[in-house]
């Protein structure tokens, strides 16, 4: 169990720029989350996969942001033409099957983004 | 609509006292709380889970007791340990995807 990657740590970009992160689950793991945090906030859920399919997005989403996890491995979040309300930390989670008591979500350390 | 509230942001307990977090929520549909542990620069860490159909689930110096009645659980920490300071942010889920819903979490701070 290597636990959940995420990468880049840090992103500084410029407004009207497009990012792309990357999350590496762990292994044996088929669900996906994606969560934003902002600050003295708790996360709020954006994005979930089970296997490669995409089966909840929240109203957060904006048609700006795309997620994708292609072959049920690793996931990529994209944010085209960044705002400056997108800075804030983006965490990714991963889960086994089964309801969350007996299988908790175990986060990585996410990516803080910044928009100047 | 916030329907997982911490309404204390920070709580400050001397080592070996007992450190007691609060969270209120107003889904009924909800069926399992968990708590989690975040420190800076980190993601957050699972620490411990209840079912709605139980009242206490005890690990170690953690304990989180839940009143359905109420719709309020509360995390409990004995002895408290200055290595328990960081943010504890309570989350529940409902259904299928397991997806949580988070409060905005409590800042507890053990002092030496």
């Known amino acids: 169990d290597t636990g959940v990657s995420q990468d880049p740590r840090h992103k500084i970009t410029k407004r009207g720029q497009n990012v792309t992160f990357r999350c590496d689950p762990i292994s044996e793991h088929n669900r996906l989350y994606w969560y934003r945090q902002t600050l003295g906030q708790g996360p709020e859920f954006l994005t979930y996969?089970?296997?490669?399919?995409?089966?909840?997005k929240s109203r957060l989403l904006s048609d700006r942001f795309s997620a994708e996890r292609p072959k049920g491995s690793f996931s990529t979040l994209e944010i085209q033409r960044t705002e400056q309300g997108d800075s804030a930390m983006y965490l990714c989670?991963?889960?086994?099957?089964?309801?969350?008591?007996?299988?908790?979500?175990?986060f990585g350390n996410g990516t803080r983004l910044t928009v100047t | 609509d916030q329907q997982v509230k911490q309404n204390s942001p920070s709580l400050s307990v001397q080592e070996g006292r007992i450190s007691i977090l609060n969270c209120d929520y107003t889904n009924s549909m909800f069926d399992y709380f968990l708590w989690y542990k975040k420190y800076p620069a980190e993601g957050p860490t699972f620490l411990i889970s209840i079912s709605s159909i139980k009242d206490k689930n005890e690990d170690g110096r953690f304990t989180v007791f839940l009143n359905k009645s109420a719709k309020h659980l509360s995390l409990h920490i004995v002895p408290s340990q200055p290595g328990d300071s960081a943010v504890y942010f309570c989350a529940a889920s409902g259904g299928a995807t397991n997806k949580l819903i988070f409060g905005t979490g409590t800042l507890l701070a053990v002092q030496p």
């Open positions: 989670a991963s889960s086994t099957p089964g309801r969350v008591g007996s299988s908790p979500l175990h």
């Open positions: 996969f089970q296997n490669e399919a995409q089966l909840e």
